[in-house]
């Protein structure tokens, strides 16, 4: 039973970067931070293999 909370408690906290990640990735673009561009970029990418490992543990913990 554990492990279906920690599935979805993965695929939470994926969406939550990628949320996070737009936010800077957009950020970055409105005031020209490339730095600040990236890093949004990498933490959507971040929040969507979190996103994926969830979605595995849910699977294989059926």
Known sequence: ?????????DKVKGKVSQA????KDQLG???DNAS???E???DKLKGK??????????HFSR
């Open 20 to 23: 996070k990640g737009e936010l």
């Open 49 to 58: 293999a979190q996103e994926k490992i969830g979605e595995a543990k849910e």
């Open 29 to 31: 673009n409105m005031t």
């Open 40 to 42: 949004g970029k990498a």
């Open 1 to 9: 039973m554990a492990e279906q909370h920690n599935g979805w408690s």
């Open 36 to 38: 600040l561009q990236a």
